[in-house]
């Protein structure tokens, strides 16, 4: 038992700092056990459901009850990604409910291709259902939502839907007051004209998807001479009251009858809007306002920062975390095989080896920067269904299908020039095949996949049995390690293969183009993950450069374009870690199929459930 504890003292170490941070965390997300948080799902209409996270604080009784607030996140976006204003809200008293938009997260899809502007995502099932009087907690005079980006469309056509209905009833608003953030392209008077709520609007200065506003250049993202924001406040004022200019965080109407109206305009990016302080702070004012706190706190005070500051150390520690478990199973006689001894490295590279090595970096980079957005939009010929938003078992996935087939373009790329060098090159100059650990019997490679399999399936039911203890994942923002459904399985399959060349070039580049005796591993593995992140960083600086030299961003001519571009950020810290685990993976093995086995299943699956995932309904 000794033997044990010393041999696996990393996984062991490692396992028990997650669980305390997690532990840690979910502190936070209950504000210190004031607020019970608890998983629902709601079975809405022909076949279609969402999950959503109700945070109830205790105080909220039949005897006093709460207002109710829907949170609905964006584009890409699970309920996790704004855990930050769902603690915020409900350690001041709030119910909160904090969905997985349609065909996100865990909700299933929906018959919609317009989810976010027929459903709300869901959302508006949810305000239905809350109205039913099923919490008997709740406010039913004072129930809200807020949403971010596609969440913010949700919320404004959130207050169009249950106005009209109000206005046939002849009755109230079911949805008091709405918020509405990082969204502003349907602030449009025939969808104004029919609200019975509050609203305020947040909307990013730096918005890069302002080049579809109204304006053009920076002035499209000026909350104060923007016609949607504009709009928005004199669709409340009498003629003789109009604005012409509006006045950040002034509240124009009155709340008494729904009028109320506010624009706030914080100076930061898109992506990063739900996680800027001065953001969060308008919001909770804004609720302050129309609801009045249950438990009065001031905006300045929030906590949610430490939670993201924990569950991203878990995210780190949970990935080094794939090398000791990986360890431990290599240790067991049925994998013994695998391990082989470390092939020699190459011999430093001579003057004309130096001018190849860097000529094929950079041009390498070069390729990969500009096949990504073609891949875009080859992804929305090959994969029409999905690109269109319909249900589909055929690579249902939108977003990620263009960074697979720029994966496996570049992956193809990327092995015929590794061949082409040692072709015209590398053989004549001395490099032996033997350093690049390709050779194994077909025993030990599929040893070699059952063992990636079996590191998977521990990895993920560690991320399960913490999610079921302390109802925290692992993430940062936007980027997240995530539990999911079981067909996400049958997904990860259908991506894996293509996915994998590119994972099994770079095991094959960083360990048999970029390993030289007398090189630190630290330098090594360091240009490794240079070269395999460059490209997309290069889109990344394009995009910005461009952008705040004209207020524009440079890939914008459509949607999709623009978006695909913004999931980079959640991508490129992934292909800048991946030659270090194939490099690790690679020592441990001395073959190089061990690390892209891996990596591939756990990094793709991580891509697959931080997307839309367009599955025909059961």
């Given at each position: 038992m000794m033997n044990f504890f010393k041999t696996n003292r990393n996984l062991l170490w490692l396992t028990s700092i997650i669980l305390s941070l997690s532990f840690i965390a979910s502190l936070i997300l209950t504000s210190f056990g004031t607020v019970d948080v608890k998983s629902h799902r709601l079975d809405t209409e022909k076949g279609q459901f969402i999950v959503y996270d109700l945070f109830k604080p205790k105080s909220a009784t039949s005897e006093s009850k709460a207002p109710f607030i829907a949170i609905i996140p964006g584009f890409q976006r699970s309920k996790e990604a704004l855990s930050n204003i769902a603690i915020e809200l409900s350690r001041r008293g709030y119910v909160v409910a904090l969905i997985d938009p349609y065909a996100q997260g865990l909700s299933?899809?929906?018959?919609?291709?317009?989810?976010?502007?027929?459903?709300?995502y869901g959302m508006f099932a949810l305000v239905e259902y809350v109205h039913t009087g099923v919490f008997d907690f709740v406010d039913l005079n004072k129930v809200g939502a807020t949403g971010h980006s596609m969440g913010g469309n949700a919320a404004i056509r959130g207050a169009d839907y249950f106005g009209k209905q109000a206005i046939q009833n002849n009755s109230k608003s079911k949805l008091h007051s709405v918020y509405v953030s990082g969204y502003v392209l349907t602030l449009r008077d025939n969808i104004l004209k029919n609200s019975q709520s509050n609203m305020g609007v947040s909307y990013a200065l730096y918005d890069e998807g302002a080049f579809r506003n109204e304006l053009e250049g920076w002035d499209s993202a000026n909350m104060q001479i923007a016609p949607e924001?504009?709009?928005?406040?004199?669709?409340?004022?009498?003629?003789d009251r109009q604005i012409t200019k509006v006045e950040l965080g002034k509240y124009y109407g009155s709340k008494n009858n729904n009028t109320l109206r506010v624009i706030f305009n914080e100076p930061v990016l898109h992506p990063f809007q739900p996680y800027n302080f001065e953001a969060t702070k308008n919001q909770l004012d804004y609720f302050e306002v129309?609801?009045?706190?249950?438990?009065?706190?001031?905006?300045?005070?929030?906590?949610?920062?430490?939670?993201?500051?924990?569950?991203?150390?878990?995210?780190?520690?949970?990935?080094?975390?794939?090398?000791?478990?990986?360890?431990?199973?290599?240790?067991?006689n049925l994998f013994a095989s695998i391990k082989k001894d470390i092939?020699?490295?190459?011999?430093?590279?001579?003057?004309?080896?130096?001018?190849?090595?860097?000529?094929?970096?950079?041009?390498?980079?070069?390729?990969?920067?500009?096949?990504?957005?073609?891949?875009?939009?080859?992804?929305?010929?090959?994969?029409?269904?999905?690109?269109?938003?319909?249900?589909?078992?055929?690579?249902?996935?939108?977003?990620?299908?263009?960074?697979?087939?720029?994966?496996?373009?570049?992956?193809t790329l990327g092995i015929i020039i590794f061949y082409l060098s040692y072709r015209f090159f590398g053989r004549k100059n001395g490099v032996d095949t033997k350093s690049w650990g390709l050779r194994i019997n077909r025993i030990d490679l599929l040893k070699t996949f059952l063992l990636s399999l079996?590191?998977?399936?521990?990895?993920?039911?560690?991320?399960?049995?913490?999610?079921?203890?302390?109802?925290?994942?692992?993430?940062?923002?936007?980027?997240?390690?995530?539990?999911f459904q079981p067909?996400?399985?049958?997904?990860?399959?259908?991506?894996?293969?293509?996915?994998?060349?590119?994972f099994f070039s770079n095991s094959l580049r960083i360990n048999g183009a970029m390993r030289f005796k007398g090189q630190p591993e630290w330098r090594s593995m360091l240009i490794g993950g240079i070269a395999n992140s460059?490209?997309?960083?290069?889109?990344?600086i394009i995009q910005y450069s461009v952008y705040f030299k004209t207020g524009t961003v440079y890939w914008s001519s459509n949607s999709t374009d623009w978006l695909s571009v913004n999931l980079l950020f959640g991508i490129v810290p992934m292909m800048f870690i991946l030659p270090y685990f194939n490099r690790i993976f690679f020592r441990m093995t001395g073959r190089v199929y061990f690390g892209p086995l891996v990596t591939c299943l756990v990094f793709i699956m991580i891509l697959s459930t931080n997307t839309v995932v367009y599955l025909p309904i059961k």
């Open positions: 299933s899809s929906s018959l919609s291709r317009i989810a976010a502007t027929t459903q709300g924001s504009i709009r928005t406040v004199n669709n409340v004022l009498p003629q129309v609801f009045g706190s249950p438990n009065p706190i001031n905006s300045n005070n929030q906590i949610w920062h430490w939670k993201e500051i924990l569950t991203l150390i878990n995210m780190i520690l949970a990935l080094t975390m794939l090398i000791p478990i990986s360890r431990f199973f290599l240790n067991l092939p020699t490295p190459l011999n430093p590279p001579n003057f004309k080896g130096k001018v190849l090595f860097w000529s094929i970096f950079f041009f390498s980079a070069f390729i990969a920067c500009i096949t990504f957005i073609p891949m875009v939009e080859v992804a929305k010929v090959f994969f029409e269904d999905a690109a269109k938003r319909e249900l589909t078992w055929f690579f249902p996935q939108r977003m990620n299908n263009s960074v697979m087939l720029w994966a496996a373009l570049n992956g079996v590191v998977f399936t521990t990895f993920y039911g560690f991320l399960f049995l913490n999610y079921f203890l302390f109802h925290v994942d692992y993430r940062f923002w936007f980027m997240g390690v995530r539990i067909e996400m399985l049958l997904v990860l399959a259908m991506y894996f293969p293509l996915f994998l060349i590119f460059l490209g997309l960083i290069l889109i990344i």
